[in-house]
């Protein structure tokens, strides 16, 4: 049984970071591709960076060069470093994988078979 379980999520003010973890059991970073994703209420989850088995990533254009997606191999983990976070950044953050894919990994949220509770985060002006 596949289990995502995110962390990390809080409040922060503009122009902060914060890191999001995401511990992974029964799966393997070697079976597919994994994801973050967010979702603001009201409004379709968006992907907003993903990485894949042979180490490519793929990021939403509104987060390339402020968000870095990576993984601990040793620990179970993914991470999603955010940097520079802007207000329209708040959002409940969620965690994805799916097994299988070739080439760049995915952003679209339907792509995905398995999901964490979600995290949230709050950017303040």
């Known amino acids: 049984q596949v289990q995502l379980v995110e962390s990390g999520g809080g409040s922060v003010q503009a122009g902060g970071s914060l890191r999001l973890s995401c511990v992974v059991a029964g799966y393997t970073f070697s079976s597919g591709c994994m994801g973050w994703f967010r979702q603001v209420l009201g409004k379709e989850r968006e992907g907003v960076a993903a990485?894949?088995?042979?180490?490519?990533?793929s990021y939403a254009d509104s987060v390339k060069g402020r968000f870095t997606i990576f993984k601990d191999n040793a620990k179970n983990t993914l991470y999603l470093q955010m940097n520079s976070l802007k207000p329209e950044d708040t959002a409940m953050y969620f965690c994805?994988?799916?097994?299988?894919?070739?080439?760049?990994?995915?952003?679209?949220?339907?792509?995905?078979?398995?999901w964490g509770q979600g995290t949230q985060v709050t950017v303040s002006s």
């Open positions: 990485f894949s088995t042979n180490a490519r990533t």
């Open positions: 994805a994988a799916r097994r299988g894919w070739i080439g760049s990994p995915p952003l679209g949220a339907y792509e995905y078979n398995y």
